[in-house]
């Protein structure tokens, strides 16, 4: 099971002492603000099955693939940390990155191609993720909107797709699925077939209540229905990496879109009693999942981005 630190939120790994704001902060001064030193941080590496890793740090959780034909990864963390990351990958047998796939645009799943694309990493993201790192975005945590700027070309993804592609990579087949909108415009989850397990990208969180990006497209409607879709893909036996957590299985994830299910049908009624969101956000509609999954209002603000996508 889940073990929750009240303290510490899920989606972009951030301390929730927050200022009650809406102050907008780049990318860097985000990195000050929760004193992210990337010079202190170690990355560990977890094999979950032969030839596939996860490699955790600061930011979004990194799968790996690892084999005669190179290395492929899912999410890439933060420039400042790729020389530890590309060290991980080294010691568990690896040369350099061949691919890395991007599950959605944000700046702590998808800064690493700030590095790795100039040196010649293949960068991949659904189409909607390619145009976002295109153009100067803000990702709106409710408590602070972050201006992510646009990548240079070098760094942009290089092959993108529509609903779904596939890699024939390291003797087994890789699927890159997108079942809507979710989390944001753009997910991704890569399905490793060989390896009977799956990437989630911030569709699927394992350290608390998920972010839901309803600015930039994300809905708690699309999280349901692209968790569904990915759920009718896997087996009992299935291995879940989560956008940001420990690596768990599909007990935890079927238990996960229960809870954004019931959340969502309980701010629905609200909305269709005439509640405005403060009374919404007041009735306290997560509490019985808050043991769970941690105390709501350390969360990045997951009712509230629950009514904005139902009211968008």
């Known amino acids: 099971m889940k073990k929750i630190l009240a303290s510490i939120v899920c989606c972009l790994g951030m301390c929730t002492v927050f200022a009650d704001n809406h102050e907008v902060v780049t990318v860097e001064q985000i990195n000050e603000i929760f004193g992210w030193n990337f010079d202190e941080v170690e990355i560990t590496t977890e094999k979950v099955a032969d030839g596939l890793y996860v490699l955790f740090g600061a930011g979004g959780n ?22 530890k990351i590309e060290k991980a990958i080294n010691d568990v047998g690896g040369g350099s990155i061949d691919f890395a796939i991007n599950t959605h645009w944000h700046f702590d799943h998808a800064h690493g191609n700030l590095a790795l694309g100039p040196a010649g990493t293949h960068i991949v993201a659904h189409e909607n993720s390619v145009q976002m790192n295109r153009v100067d975005s803000i990702v709106n945590i409710v408590r602070y909107k972050i201006a992510q700027d646009a990548y240079p070309p070098e760094a942009q993804p290089v092959i993108s797709f529509d609903r779904s592609m596939r890699f024939h990579f390291n003797g087994g087949v890789i699927d890159l699925i997108h079942a809507g909108p979710a989390h944001t415009a753009g997910d991704t989850a890569v399905i490793f077939r060989q390896q009977n397990a799956v990437h989630f990208g911030d569709v699927f969180n394992n350290t608390g209540y998920p972010f839901i990006d309803a600015d930039s497209g994300g809905t708690i409607n699309g999280m349901i229905e692209f968790c569904n879709a990915i759920l009718s893909e896997l087996n009992d036996e299935s291995i879940v990496i989560p956008g940001h957590g420990p690596v768990t299985d599909v007990d935890d994830l079927t238990a996960y879109i229960n809870m954004l299910t019931v959340v969502r049908d309980r701010v629905q009624a609200l909305i269709e009693e005439g509640q405005s969101k403060d009374q919404i956000l007041a009735a306290k509609v997560t509490s019985d999942f808050d043991e769970e999954y941690g105390p709501e209002e350390n969360s990045l603000g997951f009712v509230d981005r629950v009514y904005t996508s139902l009211m968008n």
């Not at 999410?75 to 940390?81: G, I």
């Open 62 to 83: 990194i799968a790996a693939s690892v084999g005669e034909q190179g290395v492929l990864i899912v999410d890439d963390m933060f420039p400042e940390l790729i020389p």
